[in-house]
């Protein structure tokens, strides 16, 4: 990764000069007379913070595509181009008028479904004896599977995005997770990809944590699921030989978890299931924090709490020979389960007690 960063370093420093660029624009008395502030039950910071992190990182991608800079930009602008509907709808929702879940939801899956059935060429083996006979046999259920799954991270991220630095710590663990695999297997060209989001993700970090300057919004955080699902599916397809699928759960467990979660919570209490609400992991980690301690520091300071639920699946894919073994992956995953429920109720009861 050193070498990719030297041979490269004015590339990024532009990138770092893009989001100062961007960030002081959105902070121009006439650029906010047209801002549409955020706020809502599940908003814990306070104050003016803009949405644009994920506006600077499609700019960027863009600009290295546009004058190939690397050897994978042709890769990654066909990424962008195919991202576009959703893209589009989500920036008029973090800049200008709100857009309801369901046409934000339509437009992510006609992205997601253009991905699938016309820029992804072969699909991971799903290591379930009857559904990968569907899959296999049934194109059609391919399709809708996948699609499925890109929808579901793609809203996973957008969840966690909030607290200081929690979503790109989740996009930075994930990326190194595969760096670590693609190392593992010896593929070169998907280590490059990767490693060159995860620069770009760690130069974002630097504005959103500890101090937060921007955030994601939902074109950063939609767009992060979109490139990460895209790259997890096309990897390990191209490796079916030599990874197993149930490690790209393990990677993903966290945000994907968090959502289902919710959503469980939500159909429990009778709740709609697009509403927003307060109740998620972050929220309660946070509330018990911000009783004790000023909110400037209650809120990096849930990102690093919640360090052993992102950083998890980095750590057990180091320790443990996962490339062959489902055993070791679902004991990966049935300890993130307990980790995630018991941390949740842990802070549920400190809420309520308020200890």
């Given at each position: 990764m050193s070498d990719l960063f030297l041979n490269n370093i004015y590339i990024f420093l532009f990138f770092i000069g893009l989001n100062f660029f961007l960030i002081r624009i959105s902070n121009f008395k006439s650029f906010l007379k047209f801002y549409r502030n955020y706020d809502a039950i599940q908003k814990i910071h306070f104050g003016y913070i803009?949405?644009?992190a994920g506006l600077s990182l499609f700019i960027f991608l863009l600009f290295i595509s546009f004058n190939n800079l690397f050897f994978f930009s042709n890769y990654i602008f066909m990424i962008l181009m195919i991202s576009v509907p959703f893209v589009c709808i989500s920036l008029f929702e973090d800049f200008f008028i709100e857009i309801s879940p369901l046409i934000r939801s339509i437009f992510l899956i006609l992205s997601a479904s253009f991905l699938v059935i016309f820029f992804l060429k072969d699909y991971p083996t799903i290591?379930?004896?009857?559904?990968?006979?569907?899959?296999?046999?049934?194109?059609?259920?391919?399709?809708?599977?996948?699609?499925?799954?890109?929808?579901?991270?793609?809203?996973?991220?957008?969840?966690?995005?909030?607290v200081n630095g929690l979503a790109f710590f989740n996009c930075i663990s994930i990326l190194m997770s595969l760096i670590l695999l693609s190392i593992k297997i010896n593929d070169p060209y998907f280590q490059s990809i990767f490693q060159f989001l995860l620069l770009c993700y760690l130069i974002q970090l630097f504005f959103n944590f500890p101090i937060s300057k921007f955030f994601m919004g939902d074109l950063g955080s939609y767009?992060?699921?979109?490139?990460?699902s895209t790259l997890i599916i096309d990897f390990f397809a191209k490796n079916n030989l030599l990874i197993n699928s149930w490690i790209a759960v393990l990677i993903l467990?966290?945000?994907i978890f968090e959502?289902?979660?919710?959503?469980?919570?939500?159909?429990?209490?009778?709740?709609?299931?697009?509403?927003?609400?307060?109740?998620?992991?972050?929220h309660l980690v946070y509330?018990?924090?911000?009783?004790?301690?000023?909110?400037?520091?209650?809120?990096?300071?849930?990102?690093?709490?919640?360090?052993?639920?992102?950083?998890?699946?980095?750590?057990?894919?180091s320790y443990f020979d996962v490339l062959n073994s489902i055993f070791l992956c679902f004991t990966g995953i049935a300890l993130q389960v307990c980790l995630y429920i018991s941390t949740y109720f842990f802070f549920k009861k400190l809420n309520i007690c308020k200890i």
């Open positions: 803009p949405r644009i290591e379930l004896p009857l559904l990968n006979y569907f899959v296999n046999n049934y194109p059609f259920i391919n399709y809708i599977l996948f699609i499925f799954c890109i929808y579901i991270l793609c809203n996973s991220i957008n969840l966690v995005d909030g767009f992060a699921g979109f490139i990460l467990f966290y945000p959502l289902l979660f919710s959503t469980l919570r939500r159909f429990y209490l009778r709740k709609g299931l697009t509403s927003p609400d307060n109740n998620h992991l972050h509330n018990f924090l911000n009783k004790r301690l000023s909110s400037k520091f209650a809120n990096p300071l849930t990102s690093i709490i919640l360090l052993p639920l992102w950083f998890f699946p980095f750590l057990w894919i």
